[in-house]
C-alpha cells in the first residue's frame, strides 16, 4: 500500500553519501579504477585516506553498523552477472583495523564480487572513527530505497545507545529532519506482530504512526489487521483510531458539547483534524477540549513510565530547538 502524504527521508537530506565520505581519488568516477599497487606488492603503498587499493574480498569484515541483515540472493546473482560482464565501476569502501580490513559502504557489491569468484576487489580507504563510520552508514541506508523503515528505525537507535546522543544531535549531524529520526523510531513502540505487518508491506510507515496512539498493544494489533483487511488508506485510519480513542473516552456517549458555542452539531469538527496533527506529532493519543470564550484544555496522554520520559524530552527538545531558531 502506498502512502502519498509521506515524504521521503531522501528528499530531505541536507547532504550525501559523498559529503560524508569525501572525494575518492582521482580518476574514480567513471570507467576503469587505477589501483596503486597490486596486493602483493602492496606492503611499501601508504594506505591514507581516500588511497585506491586492491583488497582481498576475505580479508574485508562486515560492518557492524549494517542494519541491513538479509540481501536479496536473486539481487547479488544479478549484480554478479554485471561484474563478470563489465567490472566494478564504483569501489567499495572500507577502513582498516589492524592487519584486515572493515566494510563502511558497498557490502552488495563486495558479496556480488565474491559469488562472481573474485580474489581481489578495488576499495577505497577511509580514515573513520566509530561514530563516522555508523553515520556513514545511515546515510546510505537513508538513500536506500529498498530499506524497510524498520531497518531505518534500528540503525537510529542503535546510534543513539551505542554513542548517548539525543535525537536532536542526530539529526544535526546527518542534516535531516529531527522528524525524519523521531517518527522511524516510533515504530518500534509497536508490537512485534505489527512491526511485521510493516516489514512484509501489509502496512506502511504511515500506518504505523497512526496506530501509536492507541497505546495498547491488543488494540493496535486489532486495528492493524483490520487495515490489512480492508486495505485502508493513512487517513482512514486515522479517522478510525481518533474514532476509537473518542469513543474509549466516552464509551456511553455522555458527552455533550459546550452551551452556548456555535453550530452544536458539528462543535467538534474543527478540533478532529487538529487533533490528529497532535497525535502524529507526539505518537500518543491527544485529546482538545473547547469551553467558552476561547478557553480549552489539551490532554496528552501515556500509558507507561517510558512514554511519558519520552514525551517529556521530545516536548523539551522541542522547545530548545524553538529558542535557537527564535
Known amino acids: 500500500m502506498s502512502e502519498s502524504q509521506d515524504k521521503s527521508p531522501?528528499?530531505?537530506l541536507g547532504r550525501g553519501l559523498e559529503a560524508l565520505l569525501g572525494e575518492v581519488a582521482a580518476g574514480t568516477q567513471s570507467g576503469s579504477l587505477p589501483v596503486q599497487k597490486p596486493v602483493a606488492d602492496r606492503g611499501a603503498v601508504t594506505e591514507g585516506d581516500g588511497t585506491l587499493i586492491q583488497v582481498n574480498v576475505?580479508?574485508?569484515d562486515t560492518n557492524p553498523y549494517q542494519p541491513r541483515t538479509e540481501f536479496d540472493p536473486d539481487e547479488i546473482t544479478s549484480l554478479a552477472e554485471s561484474l563478470s560482464d563489465h567490472g566494478l565501476l564504483q569501489p567499495i569502501v572500507v577502513r582498516k583495523e589492524g592487519d584486515r580490513y572493515q566494510l563502511i559502504s558497498g557490502e552488495r557489491r563486495w558479496r556480488a564480487a565474491i559469488q562472481a569468484g573474485w580474489q581481489e576487489?578495488?576499495?577505497?580507504?577511509?580514515?573513520?572513527?566509530?561514530q563516522q563510520v555508523a553515520e556513514m552508514t545511515i546515510v546510505?541506508?537513508?538513500?536506500?530505497?529498498d530499506l524497510g523503515p524498520l531497518e531505518k528505525a534500528v540503525s537510529f537507535r542503535q546510534y543513539l545507545e551505542r554513542f548517548g546522543a539525543s535525537?536532536?544531535?542526530?539529526?544535526?549531524?546527518?542534516?535531516?529532519?529531527r522528524s525524519t529520526v523521531a517518527n522511524l523510531i516510533r515504530l518500534l513502540?509497536?508490537?512485534?506482530?505489527?512491526?511485521e505487518l510493516i516489514?512484509?508491506?501489509s502496512l506502511s510507515a504511515g500506518h504505523g504512526r497512526a496506530l501509536?496512539?492507541?497505546g495498547e498493544e491488543p488494540e493496535q494489533l486489532k486495528v492493524a489487521k483490520q487495515i490489512r483487511n480492508e486495505q485502508l488508506s493513512v487517513r482512514a485510519t486515522e479517522r478510525l483510531v481518533a474514532e476509537r480513542i473518542r469513543a474509549e473516552d466516552d464509551p456511553h456517549g455522555l458527552e455533550q458539547p459546550e452551551t452556548g458555542s456555535p453550530s452544536q452539531g458539528s462543535s467538534r469538527d474543527h478540533l478532529v483534524p487538529l487533533e490528529q496533527k497532535l497525535r502524529r506529532a507526539l505518537g500518543t493519543s491527544v485529546d482538545i477540549r473547547e469551553a467558552a470564550k476561547g478557553r480549552g484544555t489539551i490532554a496528552i496522554h501515556f500509558t507507561s513510565r517510558e512514554e511519558f520520559d519520552r514525551l517529556y524530552n521530545d516536548l523539551l527538545d522541542r522547545q530548545g530547538n524553538d529558542r535557537m531558531a527564535g
Open 10 to 12: 531522501e528528499r530531505r
Open 58 to 60: 576475505y580479508q574485508i
Open 121 to 130: 576487489v578495488p576499495a577505497t580507504v577511509r580514515e573513520a572513527d566509530d
Open 140 to 145: 546510505e541506508n537513508l538513500q536506500r530505497k
Open 167 to 177: 535525537q536532536d544531535e542526530l539529526a544535526r549531524r546527518l542534516s535531516i529532519d
Open 189 to 195: 513502540e509497536l508490537p512485534l506482530a505489527v512491526q
Open 199 to 201: 516489514r512484509d508491506g
Open 212 to 214: 501509536l496512539p492507541l
